[in-house]
């Protein structure tokens, strides 16, 4: 039987969360007299790196296995590739060896999955993980400690740019992005979306300083490139969804900074036309690492496959959900688009519970699901539609919420995936819910206290 956690882990965590402990603090209390926000920084992280501790667990002991099992018996032959041949490592590392790499491993190595190995993206992570794996001698939870931190990174700094943009809103902004449970909980563990979450994160936070307030272009442009290349290579969907949202955010900012309102009805058919343009460039340009995402009838191919997956019910029992049939057209597949949204948004519903993972997003989707209904019932459509076009940060939002869960929901067939596929959006989205709902006439009534800081990055 495999091991995968041994003694060793059970030595390096206490003095790897130590060390953490220690870096944390001396950066809360750094920064915390600057921006008071930072009040939320070592709390935040602790619980997200815990939430790793628990997901190793939960995959050894009530699982038996997983896909974070099968990641780390991946890193783990290639840490081993690392220690018998480092230059073998190197070459498939940063290489283009493809599946040739298949033999640099042997009976002393292991080999990693099959199933992974044959997909590219998935043997990427395998890779990425292998690093984590090499500087933690190869001990799961210290690895998977180490991934929760680096991805704490670009979630702390998303949370300082929306608390920047709205100061009367840290404590609500606080509990969308660093304390949703399923969301520190899925994005935590070795797996795709504890990297994946973070780019998304990282690519907000570069774009803005990057293209908007021209702030360390050097830096900036770095974590656009970085985290551009990664959510590409692994999960190309969610760099699709965010393009449009992107594009919109940056062009409106530029806009509204003409004063003259003629010269603004003029500017924004160019500025909407360009930036269509800059998005039809960028998927040309990347089109070969967007494989299935690549265009719109391979997008119709796959989610037309998923749905006669689903009549084989037998492969997931009965945690899976149906969208219904798809015509495989364009206007078909945007049909769905409603149902797909708000099954990624609102389910699992708590009637569709079947295991104590699933409660935990479904008591999350109980919660949305009246929030939203109360935002509706104090505030009418038009008044939000205003305020969500009034803002460019809570345009952007909802807009990569939209195509990201219409992304999820149409091309993922059960909730095991659904719930840990649509972590990007839900933070998104449920700031966007507390903005709209805080705006303006309530400003300030949630936290009197708070007032504008300079954002410490």
């Known amino acids: 039987m495999y091991t995968f956690i041994s003694y060793l882990d059970g030595l390096i965590t206490p003095f790897l969360l130590g060390a953490i402990y220690v870096l944390a603090k001396r950066t809360e209390d750094a920064n915390i007299a600057a921006n ?21 667990l939960i995959y050894v002991y009530y699982y038996g296995g997983g896909d974070t099992t099968a990641y780390y018996r991946g890193g783990v032959a290639m840490a081993n590739l690392f220690m018998k041949d480092p230059m073998l490592y190197f070459d498939v ?31 990427f992570v395998i890779q990425l993980v292998s690093v984590f794996l090499i500087l933690t001698f190869k ?29 009367h809103l840290t404590k609500h902004l606080a509990t969308a992005i660093l304390f949703m449970p399923s969301v520190v ?40 490139v970085v985290s551009s290349y990664l959510l590409i290579t692994i999960k190309p969907y969610i760099f699709i969804s965010l393009m449009p949202g992107s594009l919109l955010w940056v062009s409106f900012e530029r806009i509204a900074a003409i ?3 003629f010269i603004k009805i003029f ?20 089109s070969g690492e967007l494989g299935t995402y690549s265009s719109f009838d391979k997008v119709i191919e796959k989610a037309t496959v998923n749905q006669e997956d689903l009549t084989r019910a037998e492969a997931y029992g009965d945690n899976f959900f149906d969208i219904g049939g798809i015509d495989p057209t364009p206007m078909g597949l945007l049909k769905k688009a409603p149902v797909a949204i708000s099954a990624t948004l609102f389910r699992p519903y708590m009637w569709e519970v079947r295991n104590p993972v ?48 219409f992304a999820v929901g149409i091309s993922t067939p059960n ?43």
Not at 112 to 122: A, G, L, Q, R, V
Not at 435 to 450: F, M, T, V, W
Request: charged share 15%; with cysteine.
């Open 267 to 286: 500017v924004f058919p160019v500025v909407l036309s360009i930036a269509v343009g800059v998005i039809a460039l960028i998927m040309s340009q990347v």
């Open 139 to 167: 001990t799961f939870i210290p690895a998977t400690i180490l991934i929760a931190w680096l991805s704490y990174t670009g979630i702390w700094r998303m949370y300082l740019l929306f608390c920047e943009q709205f100061p």
């Open 93 to 123: 590392l940063f290489g283009d060896v493809g599946q040739g790499s298949w033999f640099y491993y042997d009976m002393s190595t292991g080999w990693p999955p099959h199933f992974m190995f044959k997909d590219e993206k998935t043997y």
């Open 185 to 224: 909980f899925w994005g935590s563990g070795m797996l795709k979306d504890a990297f994946t979450f973070s780019c998304v994160c990282w690519f907000v936070y570069a774009i803005y300083y990057f293209a908007i307030k021209k702030e360390k272009l050097v830096f900036h442009l770095f974590c656009l």
């Open 358 to 405: 699933m409660l935990l997003s479904a008591l999350e989707n109980t919660f949305i699901v009246f929030f939203c209904m109360w935002l509706l019932l104090r505030i009418n459509i038009i008044t939000i539609l205003r305020r969500i076009v009034s803002n460019p940060l809570v345009l952007f939002s909802i807009m990569f919420s939209i195509f990201f869960a």
């Open 36 to 56: 008071p926000v930072y009040r939320y920084y070592t709390k935040g992280l602790f619980i997200k790196l815990f939430s790793g501790i628990v997901i190793c």
């Open 415 to 457: 909730f095991g995936a659904l719930v840990r596929y649509k972590i990007p959006a839900i933070p998104f989205f449920l700031s966007s819910l507390f903005i709209l709902y805080y705006h303006n006439d309530n400003q300030g009534k949630s936290e009197p206290r708070a007032k504008k800081v300079a954002i410490t990055r």
């Open 259 to 261: 004063k003259n309102v």
